[in-house]
Protein backbone atom coordinates (compact mmCIF):
# COMPACT_ATOMS: atom_id res chain seq x y z
CA UNK A 1 0.00 0.00 0.00
CA UNK A 2 1.26 3.18 -1.15
CA UNK A 3 2.26 5.95 1.76
CA UNK A 4 0.38 9.02 2.61
CA UNK A 5 1.92 12.11 4.43
CA UNK A 6 -0.99 14.46 6.33
CA UNK A 7 -0.73 17.23 8.13
CA UNK A 8 -0.83 15.97 12.25
CA UNK A 9 -3.28 18.85 13.28
CA UNK A 10 -5.67 21.40 11.38
CA UNK A 11 -8.45 24.07 13.27
CA UNK A 12 -11.33 25.17 11.65
CA UNK A 13 -14.01 27.24 12.63
CA UNK A 14 -17.71 25.88 13.44
CA UNK A 15 -19.80 26.26 10.23
CA UNK A 16 -16.79 26.76 8.08
CA UNK A 17 -15.23 24.26 5.85
CA UNK A 18 -12.94 21.81 6.83
CA UNK A 19 -9.67 20.74 4.07
CA UNK A 20 -8.24 18.38 5.02
CA UNK A 21 -4.94 17.67 2.39
CA UNK A 22 -3.58 14.49 2.01
CA UNK A 23 -0.25 13.52 -0.41
CA UNK A 24 0.23 10.00 -2.07
CA UNK A 25 2.53 10.80 -4.36
CA UNK A 26 3.24 6.48 -5.18
CA UNK A 27 0.12 5.71 -5.74
CA UNK A 28 -0.61 3.09 -8.54
CA UNK A 29 -3.26 3.06 -10.89
CA UNK A 30 -4.99 0.44 -9.13
CA UNK A 31 -5.06 1.85 -5.68
CA UNK A 32 -7.76 3.71 -4.35
CA UNK A 33 -7.74 7.10 -1.92
CA UNK A 34 -10.14 6.38 1.43
CA UNK A 35 -10.53 8.28 3.98
CA UNK A 36 -11.94 7.57 7.61
CA UNK A 37 -12.12 9.20 10.81
CA UNK A 38 -11.50 8.34 14.48
CA UNK A 39 -13.82 10.39 16.80
CA UNK A 40 -12.21 9.67 20.72
CA UNK A 41 -13.18 6.40 21.88
CA UNK A 42 -14.51 4.98 18.83
CA UNK A 43 -13.70 2.77 16.00
CA UNK A 44 -12.89 4.70 13.01
CA UNK A 45 -15.93 5.51 10.48
CA UNK A 46 -15.97 5.28 6.58
CA UNK A 47 -16.62 9.12 5.21
CA UNK A 48 -15.62 8.51 1.34
CA UNK A 49 -13.32 6.86 -1.25
CA UNK A 50 -12.45 7.76 -4.67
CA UNK A 51 -10.14 6.53 -7.79
CA UNK A 52 -9.73 9.47 -9.77
CA UNK A 53 -12.84 11.32 -10.15
CA UNK A 54 -14.13 13.81 -8.01
CA UNK A 55 -16.79 12.22 -5.11
CA UNK A 56 -19.28 13.97 -3.11
CA UNK A 57 -21.77 11.69 -0.29
CA UNK A 58 -23.31 13.07 2.29
CA UNK A 59 -21.08 13.41 4.74
CA UNK A 60 -18.14 14.85 2.53
CA UNK A 61 -16.50 15.72 -0.72
CA UNK A 62 -13.33 14.11 -2.33
CA UNK A 63 -10.90 16.06 -4.80
CA UNK A 64 -8.22 14.09 -6.23
CA UNK A 65 -5.69 15.97 -8.89
CA UNK A 66 -5.28 14.81 -11.94
CA UNK A 67 -2.16 13.00 -11.27
CA UNK A 68 -3.40 11.75 -8.51
CA UNK A 69 -0.60 12.31 -6.05
CA UNK A 70 -3.27 14.19 -3.65
CA UNK A 71 -6.39 14.65 -2.30
CA UNK A 72 -8.58 16.81 -0.27
CA UNK A 73 -11.28 16.06 1.69
CA UNK A 74 -14.00 18.67 2.19
CA UNK A 75 -16.25 19.23 5.37
CA UNK A 76 -18.60 21.73 3.21
CA UNK A 77 -20.07 23.06 6.64
CA UNK A 78 -17.87 22.11 9.51
CA UNK A 79 -19.90 21.14 13.18
CA UNK A 80 -18.56 20.48 16.63
CA UNK A 81 -18.58 16.39 15.96
CA UNK A 82 -16.89 16.86 13.33
CA UNK A 83 -13.80 16.87 15.55
CA UNK A 84 -12.02 13.62 15.06
CA UNK A 85 -8.34 12.53 13.60
CA UNK A 86 -8.91 11.92 9.65
CA UNK A 87 -7.17 9.18 8.48
CA UNK A 88 -6.29 8.76 4.52
CA UNK A 89 -5.39 5.60 2.82
CA UNK A 90 -4.69 4.12 -0.33
CA UNK A 91 -5.24 0.59 -1.33
CA UNK A 92 -6.30 -1.67 -3.84
CA UNK A 93 -10.31 -2.50 -3.64
CA UNK A 94 -10.73 -5.42 -2.09
CA UNK A 95 -7.09 -5.71 -0.64
CA UNK A 96 -7.45 -7.77 2.89
CA UNK A 97 -6.22 -4.46 4.76
CA UNK A 98 -5.70 -1.08 6.19
CA UNK A 99 -3.04 0.65 6.65
CA UNK A 100 -3.25 3.72 8.73
CA UNK A 101 -0.72 6.55 9.16
CA UNK A 102 -0.99 9.43 12.24
CA UNK A 103 -3.94 10.85 10.26
CA UNK A 104 -4.61 14.77 10.97
CA UNK A 105 -5.93 15.17 14.27
CA UNK A 106 -9.07 18.08 13.10
CA UNK A 107 -10.55 20.51 15.80
CA UNK A 108 -13.54 22.51 15.46
CA UNK A 109 -14.03 25.10 17.68
CA UNK A 110 -16.93 27.76 18.43
CA UNK B 1 -29.51 -3.18 10.63
CA UNK B 2 -27.31 -3.49 13.53
CA UNK B 3 -23.34 -2.80 13.72
CA UNK B 4 -20.44 -4.55 15.08
CA UNK B 5 -20.54 -5.39 18.36
CA UNK B 6 -17.29 -6.11 20.31
CA UNK B 7 -17.85 -7.78 23.80
CA UNK B 8 -16.26 -6.95 26.77
CA UNK B 9 -16.12 -2.78 26.08
CA UNK B 10 -13.59 -2.93 29.29
CA UNK B 11 -11.46 -5.52 30.48
CA UNK B 12 -8.58 -5.57 32.88
CA UNK B 13 -5.96 -8.52 33.09
CA UNK B 14 -2.92 -9.43 34.86
CA UNK B 15 0.62 -9.49 32.91
CA UNK B 16 0.78 -13.68 32.21
CA UNK B 17 -2.52 -14.02 31.93
CA UNK B 18 -4.83 -14.60 28.51
CA UNK B 19 -7.60 -13.20 27.17
CA UNK B 20 -10.35 -13.90 24.78
CA UNK B 21 -12.11 -11.00 23.18
CA UNK B 22 -15.12 -11.02 20.64
CA UNK B 23 -16.73 -9.44 17.46
CA UNK B 24 -20.23 -10.33 15.27
CA UNK B 25 -19.88 -8.40 12.50
CA UNK B 26 -22.66 -6.55 10.48
CA UNK B 27 -25.11 -9.63 9.20
CA UNK B 28 -24.06 -10.71 6.04
CA UNK B 29 -20.58 -8.97 5.95
CA UNK B 30 -18.52 -12.59 5.79
CA UNK B 31 -14.95 -10.76 6.66
CA UNK B 32 -13.89 -9.89 10.09
CA UNK B 33 -10.44 -8.00 10.39
CA UNK B 34 -8.68 -7.02 14.05
CA UNK B 35 -6.78 -4.37 14.99
CA UNK B 36 -4.51 -2.85 17.76
CA UNK B 37 -4.44 1.13 18.66
CA UNK B 38 -1.79 2.39 21.31
CA UNK B 39 -0.54 5.58 21.48
CA UNK B 40 3.02 4.87 20.39
CA UNK B 41 2.07 2.41 17.67
CA UNK B 42 -1.67 3.71 16.08
CA UNK B 43 -3.89 1.34 14.54
CA UNK B 44 -1.86 -2.01 13.48
CA UNK B 45 -3.21 -4.62 11.51
CA UNK B 46 -3.52 -8.23 13.16
CA UNK B 47 -5.10 -10.39 10.80
CA UNK B 48 -8.12 -11.27 8.19
CA UNK B 49 -11.00 -14.12 8.26
CA UNK B 50 -12.94 -15.04 5.97
CA UNK B 51 -15.01 -18.24 5.71
CA UNK B 52 -13.46 -19.58 8.75
CA UNK B 53 -9.88 -18.93 7.36
CA UNK B 54 -7.19 -16.51 8.38
CA UNK B 55 -6.34 -14.67 4.90
CA UNK B 56 -3.54 -11.90 6.22
CA UNK B 57 -1.60 -11.84 9.41
CA UNK B 58 0.08 -8.39 10.55
CA UNK B 59 3.32 -8.39 12.09
CA UNK B 60 2.57 -9.48 15.96
CA UNK B 61 3.74 -12.36 17.48
CA UNK B 62 2.46 -15.67 18.11
CA UNK B 63 0.43 -14.93 21.50
CA UNK B 64 -1.96 -13.29 19.22
CA UNK B 65 -4.07 -15.91 17.71
CA UNK B 66 -8.07 -15.18 16.31
CA UNK B 67 -10.46 -17.72 14.74
CA UNK B 68 -13.94 -17.40 12.95
CA UNK B 69 -16.72 -19.30 13.04
CA UNK B 70 -19.02 -20.44 10.66
CA UNK B 71 -21.70 -17.69 11.73
CA UNK B 72 -19.41 -15.28 10.88
CA UNK B 73 -18.56 -14.20 14.58
CA UNK B 74 -15.01 -13.99 15.54
CA UNK B 75 -12.74 -14.07 18.62
CA UNK B 76 -9.17 -13.12 19.11
CA UNK B 77 -6.88 -14.65 21.61
CA UNK B 78 -4.32 -12.88 23.32
CA UNK B 79 -1.46 -15.24 25.69
CA UNK B 80 0.55 -14.44 28.50
CA UNK B 81 -0.43 -10.88 28.49
CA UNK B 82 2.46 -8.57 28.66
CA UNK B 83 1.95 -4.69 29.84
CA UNK B 84 2.47 -3.82 26.03
CA UNK B 85 -0.61 -5.45 24.90
CA UNK B 86 -2.78 -2.67 27.05
CA UNK B 87 -4.45 -0.88 23.53
CA UNK B 88 -7.96 -0.33 21.90
CA UNK B 89 -8.86 -3.84 20.12
CA UNK B 90 -10.57 -3.03 17.41
CA UNK B 91 -13.05 -5.46 14.90
CA UNK B 92 -13.85 -4.64 11.32
CA UNK B 93 -15.97 -6.65 9.08
CA UNK B 94 -16.68 -5.96 5.29
CA UNK B 95 -18.75 -7.38 2.11
CA UNK B 96 -15.20 -8.41 1.10
CA UNK B 97 -16.51 -8.41 -3.05
CA UNK B 98 -14.59 -5.85 -4.82
CA UNK B 99 -17.46 -4.23 -5.38
CA UNK B 100 -18.64 -4.76 -2.16
CA UNK B 101 -15.64 -3.78 -0.72
CA UNK B 102 -15.56 -0.42 -3.26
CA UNK B 103 -18.77 0.47 -2.01
CA UNK B 104 -19.27 -0.19 1.64
CA UNK B 105 -15.39 -0.01 2.99
CA UNK B 106 -15.30 -1.24 6.58
CA UNK B 107 -17.69 -0.99 9.62
CA UNK B 108 -15.62 -1.27 12.50
CA UNK B 109 -17.28 -1.77 16.25
CA UNK B 110 -16.36 0.40 19.32
CA UNK B 111 -13.43 -1.35 20.50
CA UNK B 112 -12.15 -3.34 23.66
CA UNK B 113 -10.16 -1.51 25.88
CA UNK B 114 -7.72 -4.24 26.98
CA UNK B 115 -5.64 -3.15 30.21
CA UNK B 116 -2.60 -5.09 31.40
CA UNK B 117 -1.83 -4.77 35.25
Known amino acids: DAKTTQPPSMDCAEGRAANLPCNHS???????VYWYRQIHSQGPQYIIH???NNETNEMASLIITEDRKSSTLILPHATLRDTAVYYC???????????FGQGTRLTINP | KAGVTQTPRYLIKTRGQQVTLSCSPI?????VSWYQQTPGQGLQFLFE???????NKGNFPGRFSGRQFSNSRSEMNVSTLELGDSALYLCASREPSVNGDRVYGYTFGSGTRLTVV
Open chain 1, 50 to 52: GLK
Open chain 2, 49 to 55: YFSETQR
Open chain 2, 27 to 31: SGHRS
Open chain 1, 89 to 99: IVRVAGAQKLV
Open chain 1, 26 to 32: TISGNEY
